[in-house]
């Protein structure tokens, strides 16, 4: 029992530790259990390659197919500045992501972080489909006016 404890503590304090180390790129992606591995050896080169010395921070949910895929700067270099590369690293995951048969945004949604990411890997019938349900949920706009949808 206390092993469990301490391994549930592990996993609760991460986003913690990442928050104190400083900023990170985010991300919230989904994959079918049986592309994770072929995901995460494709992405570690990809990013390794694109952005030497970067350190990846990847947990949650990996029984439903559902990681937080988090990329921390390469140690010495500040944390702010590699910020600078999150577009970069956000298409390479999110390519990877889409190749794999996976999606670019799981449990957290899209956000208005990820807006433009919702037009690049969606087909114009999907977000139709999407724009409908909202209007039928919400006709008059009022659940959260201005943001994806």
């Known amino acids: 029992m206390e092993q469990a404890r301490r391994l549930w503590a592990l996993r609760e304090n991460i ?4 928050r104190r180390e400083g900023p990170n790129i ?6 079918p259990i049986s592309r994770m591995t072929a995901f995460l050896e494709a992405s570690k080169r990809a990013l390794a390659s694109a952005l030497p010395g ?4 990847v947990f949650g949910h990996l029984g439903d197919g559902n990681l937080h895929y988090n990329i921390s700067a390469p140690e010495g270099e500040a944390a ?3 910020m600078a590369h999150a577009v970069t690293a956000n298409r390479i995951v999110n390519d990877l992501v889409a190749s794999h048969g996976g999606s670019f945004s799981a449990e957290h949604g899209i956000g ?11 087909t114009d019938v999907e977000m139709q489909m ?3 349900i909202k209007q039928a949920l919400d006709p008059l706009g009022r659940m959260n006016p201005g943001k994806v949808l």
């Open 15 to 18: 986003s913690e530790a990442q």
């Open 26 to 31: 985010k991300n919230d992606i989904s994959l």
């Open 54 to 57: 970067v350190r990846l921070v």
């Open 80 to 82: 702010a500045g590699f």
């Open 112 to 122: 208005q972080l990820k807006r433009e990411e919702l037009v690049r890997y969606k």
């Open 130 to 132: 999407m724009r409908a």
